[in-house]
């Protein structure tokens, strides 16, 4: 905590020399699951909890706005868990605590702003609230199974996300390059040279074929973009399109689809990705929803697969907020000779994976917070690979406390 106080003092007192405005923020916040378990035969009801996060944030940019750059350090959940940060030697995983991220940026002019760095949360992403603005910070506390829908593939074991249909941003270190040659079009251009020269380097065409290119237009009734990203050499790129309305008062819809584009060498079939999510507000009350499917493309592919959320919410008050969130996550063989197959070596055709997860929210909407709740989910069953009896139900009462400057 000291070295993270120290790191935050210092890049205070460099930036403040160089940058006429500057501002630093800090996050930190902790998780206790009071007690946990299954359905899993012979399962032993447990208790445990980790710290979260330690984060601190800061940005400044000269006066006349020309030059500017953005700095985070975390601190590693693993070293906090394995109870290693105590001292001031570090063996292994111990010798790197922390992770770090920045960018720095220059606008010679209006139209073009050039960054060299990258944010691992994504830049230019297209999502809406299909992503991390679902649940919003709770979902980094871990209250909520949501951001497994988002980032950690499926929290019922399906392999469907909602970021296969709708673009994440991209996440590296490289190159980038904003262009807006007028107020309601922006071109966004991306490369990652730096993690790729991180990981060994890469042969100039590879690395090229791994370009992000983003139209990104903006109208008064919502937003429209299209984002192609690049694979690698012989990988082909995956193609996002969206659209966000903001026209509808109270009303906010976000529908996304992406598809891959194959390499002239690549002659295998990609599933399309359909994604809608959508925001209603009336006073005190609001639900969010989203939902995203996997479709086959050729007669080959044998399953479908879908994700489903919703998330009520009630305000009590200014300082207190009631949700309540629920999903599924549906897979199932679409092809009348593999369910045949499927019934006649008396295995599951379908999956049908659940969670129910009400919580509560005390405290600011962006400050300090409190969080309690009940988190259950059913992992559902593998296509072809479980019997009805394998479905196994876990349960936890976890509690949090964030904290953000």
């Known amino acids: 905590m000291k070295k993270l106080i120290a790191i935050a003092v210092v890049f205070a007192l460099v930036a403040g020399v160089a940058f006429a405005e500057i501002s630093v923020s800090g996050e930190v916040f902790g998780l206790v699951n009071v007690i946990e378990g299954s359905s899993e035969k012979d399962s032993e009801i447990t208790a445990g909890g980790e710290f979260k996060r330690i984060r601190l944030e800061g940005s400044g940019d000269v006066a006349d706005g020309k030059f500017g750059g953005w700095i985070r350090v975390d601190a590693l959940n693993a070293a906090f868990n394995q109870g290693t940060i105590t001292g001031h030697s570090w063996e292994g995983e111990q010798a790197?605590?922390?992770?770090?991220?920045?960018?720095?940026?220059?606008?010679?002019?209006?139209?073009?702003?050039?960054?060299?760095?990258?944010?691992?949360?994504?830049?230019?992403?297209?999502?809406?609230?299909?992503?991390?603005?679902f649940t919003q910070h709770v979902t980094d506390t871990g209250v909520v199974f949501a951001g497994d829908n988002v980032w950690g593939g499926s929290i019922y074991g399906v392999g469907l996300q909602f970021r296969n249909a709708f673009f994440a941003g991209y996440d590296s270190n490289g190159l980038a390059l904003e262009i807006k040659p007028m107020d309601m079009l922006g071109i966004n251009l991306y490369l990652p040279f730096i993690s790729e020269a991180d990981a060994g380097g890469q042969k100039a065409g590879n690395l090229y074929t791994q370009m992000v290119a983003q139209a990104d237009v903006n109208l008064d009734f919502g937003n429209i973009a299209i984002t192609m990203k690049g694979l690698g050499d012989k990988e082909g790129a995956d193609l996002f399109v969206y659209f966000g309305l903001t026209a509808i008062e109270n009303l906010g819809l976000d529908i996304g689809a992406s598809f891959h584009i194959n390499d002239a060498d690549d002659k295998d079939k990609h599933p399309l990705f359909v994604g809608l999510g959508a925001k209603y507000s009336a006073?005190?009350?609001?639900?969010?929803?989203?939902?995203?499917?996997?479709?086959?493309?050729?007669?080959?592919?044998?399953?479908i697969a879908a994700l489903f959320d919703v998330l009520p919410y009630y305000a009590v008050n200014d300082n207190m907020r009631i949700y309540l969130s629920a999903g599924l996550g549906l897979i199932g063989l679409t092809d009348s000779d593999a369910i045949k197959n499927a019934a006649d070596a008396k295995i599951v055709s379908s999956q049908v994976g659940w969670h129910i997860n009400p919580y509560v929210e005390i405290g600011e909407e962006w400050g300090a917070k409190f969080y309690a709740g009940i988190k259950m989910k059913s992992n559902g069953l593998s296509v072809g690979a479980s019997t009805k009896d394998d479905a196994i139900v876990t349960w936890s009462v976890p509690i949090a406390i964030s904290l953000s400057f």
Do not use: C, H
Not at 102 to 107: I, N, P, Q, S, Y
Not at 120 to 129: A, Q, S
Not at 287 to 297: D, G, H
């Open 96 to 133: 790197r605590p922390f992770n770090a991220s920045a960018l720095a940026w220059w606008k010679p002019i209006d139209q073009l702003k050039v960054v060299i760095g990258g944010n691992p949360d994504g830049i230019w992403g297209k999502e809406g609230v299909t992503g991390w603005m």
């Open 283 to 303: 006073g005190a009350f609001a639900v969010k929803f989203r939902t995203v499917f996997e479709l086959p493309t050729d007669s080959d592919d044998k399953y």
